[in-house]
């Protein structure tokens, strides 16, 4: 077997990979990472079990490589809207902002998958869970980082706390995707209306 055999065969496994994990961010995003089994995604992606059992090996890694892969996907439409120009407290309102957009288009049906998966996998630790709460912490970081740096530019008030505003974002992003994912339009709009709130009443 020559190199090219074998890169060409890579080639096919890399679009059926892709084209498998695509389905499983669409399944995950309505039933979460315990909605996926290899049957079920394998029965959506049009191929066989065998094919999931050779590029996955088992269902635990193809609920994390799902979970990256939506996360990839949420993170760059994301960043996507972020320019290098903008202020700190600019790029603070893009993030919160953008993540209400990005939940209420329906990127993914089910909203972020992250804030979703993080209350199922609380209490159960594994490979799964750690890989939760580094997401998590991950944008919990990128929000805290940008609120010290708007509040030493001086757009921040000096008397706001910087983690405790992070942890109300976060808190009512996580009430704003579960009402977005039981089609509540209106607990979703108030969550969104509530952070745009604390934002300017930091700035105030």
Known sequence: ????????RRARGDRSRRAILDEAVRIASVE???GLTLGKVAAAAGVAKSTLQVLF???ETLQAQTLETGVALF??????RLAPAQSPLERLRVLTEGWFDLVAHNELPGGCLVT?????YRVRPGALQTL?????NRWRDLLLVTTHAA??????????DPDQLVFEIMALQTAANVAAGLDGP???????????????????
């Open 151 to 160: 509040q030493a530019e001086g757009a921040l008030r000096p008397d706001v």
């Open 75 to 80: 993170t760059d439409a994301l960043i996507a």
């Open 32 to 34: 979460g990472l315990e």
């Open 186 to 204: 209106t607990d979703f709009d108030r969550a969104r209306r509530a952070v745009a709130r604390l934002l300017a009443t930091a700035t105030s």
């Open 1 to 8: 077997m020559n190199d090219e055999t074998i890169d060409g």
């Open 116 to 120: 979703a998966a993080a209350d199922g």
């Open 57 to 59: 090996r088992d269902r």
């Open 132 to 136: 939760i709460l580094g997401h998590r």
